[in-house]
């Protein structure tokens, strides 16, 4: 769903006479999803963060009315206490899945005086505006600040610095839900599915670094 759906809006806009398949998102009384393993890809990136050293870890959430970003961010607080790692609320903040949305969001994490050494961002695109912030301002990534992301496309490849990833299995997620509606059609019954292979996978790439 686009993040500025409600889920009121997307339950009315999926109320038809058709059979539908929710991908990566799920809606209370709706049956048929196929979702990510959110906090698979959360607890990888932060294995990394702290495999590297880091031991104080903020995090850019997603889109307010999403829950997958609202599984990222459960999963961010559940496995950096898990991990051992120091956050607080300051360096936890909303934001979005868009560029804007990941700059803005960098720029208030910059006006916090004891920063942490690491940034998680909870989508590919937010982290692009993220790193332009933090560049702007003087911050050099990743020997002030590390950032790492979930989800990977090329863009990742092609900023400076490039930014390491959690890639996501979306090809095996569109087959399911593909599969999902086709077996739906021949007589099955649609149910509410996670994706738990294969695992979301580490993209290691120039954004982080063990902290000075």
Same mark, same amino acid.
């Given at each position: ?24 998102? #799920? ?8 979702? *990510? ?8 990136? *932060?294995? %990394? ?16 009315? %999403?829950?997958?970003?609202?599984? #990222? ?14 956050? #607080? ?18 720029? #208030?994490?910059l006006e916090v005086a004891d ?8 989508? *590919? ?15 050099? !990534? ?14 990742? %490849? ?7 990833? !959690? ?23 649609? !149910? ?21």
């Amino acid at each position: 769903r686009g993040e500025g759906y409600s889920d009121e809006q997307l339950r009315a806009a999926i109320a038809l006479d058709v059979p539908v398949v929710l991908f990566n998102s #799920r809606l209370e009384g709706h049956a048929g999803s196929v979702a *990510l393993d959110d906090g698979a890809s959360v607890r990888v990136a *932060l294995e %990394h963060l702290r495999d590297l050293g880091h031991r104080s870890v903020g995090f850019i959430a997603g889109a307010a009315r %999403h829950d997958a970003a609202a599984r #990222r961010l459960d999963a961010f607080r559940q496995h950096a206490g898990d991990l051992g790692l120091a956050t #607080r609320p300051e360096w936890i903040q909303a934001a979005g899945w868009e560029a804007p949305a990941g700059a803005v969001a960098m720029g #208030r994490l910059l006006e916090v005086a004891d920063r942490p050494t690491a940034i998680l961002v909870a989508s *590919l695109n937010a982290a692009v505006g993220a790193l332009s912030t933090a560049l702007s301002h003087g911050v050099h !990534v990743p020997s002030d600040l590390s950032l790492v992301t979930i989800h990977d496309t090329w863009i990742a %490849h092609y900023t400076s610095p490039s930014i390491t990833t !959690v890639a996501m299995p979306m090809h095996a997620a569109g087959r399911a839900a593909g599969t999902m509606l086709l077996d739906h059609l021949a007589g099955e019954t649609l !149910v509410d599915r996670v994706i738990d292979e294969p695992l979301p996978q580490l993209i290691r790439r120039e954004s982080t670094a063990a902290p000075r």
